[in-house]
């Protein structure tokens, strides 16, 4: 928040909303010749479910946001929500949209290798979209 004061820049708030599933249809057989077929089950999304999430990190976001701005006068906070099945992907897309110069992540991953990193944070970091912060959750 400081940078961004300092700055004159502004806070972008990005939460990513993975799709709800609502389950799978039955597998498909495709026939590929007289002795193989591709058979998939085909994966479908609950639309109004992943609506519901997004409206739901909508206002947590814009609380969020009204919070910050009520804290620091005169701070530009934006809010964005994206629905995808990767958060790496969808936050790096998010930061080239923005032009954004800094990427703040609290990172979520506990795995045995993710423990100091999370994999989304990880995954950044290998891309090299530019300056990557790492927070504790306390501190977020």
Not at 84 to 110: C, I, N, S, T
């Amino acid at each position: 928040v400081m940078m961004a004061q300092l700055g004159s820049g502004r806070l972008t708030l990005l939460r990513v909303v993975g799709p709800a599933l609502a389950g799978t249809e039955p597998p498909a057989t495709v026939p590929l010749s007289p002795f193989f077929a591709y058979s998939s089950a085909v994966t479908v999304i609950d639309e109004q479910a992943t609506q519901h999430a997004t409206e739901h990190a909508t206002a947590y976001l814009n609380a969020t946001a009204t919070q910050l701005r009520a804290t620091y006068h005169g701070l530009r906070v934006d809010v964005k929500v994206m629905v995808d099945e990767r958060v790496d992907v969808a936050v790096l897309a998010a930061a080239k949209q923005e032009g954004a110069d800094l990427v703040a992540l609290v990172p979520q991953g506990l795995g045995a290798s993710r423990v100091i990193v999370g994999s989304t944070a990880d995954w950044l970091l290998r891309e090299r979209i530019g300056a990557v912060m790492l927070l504790r959750p306390s501190a977020a």
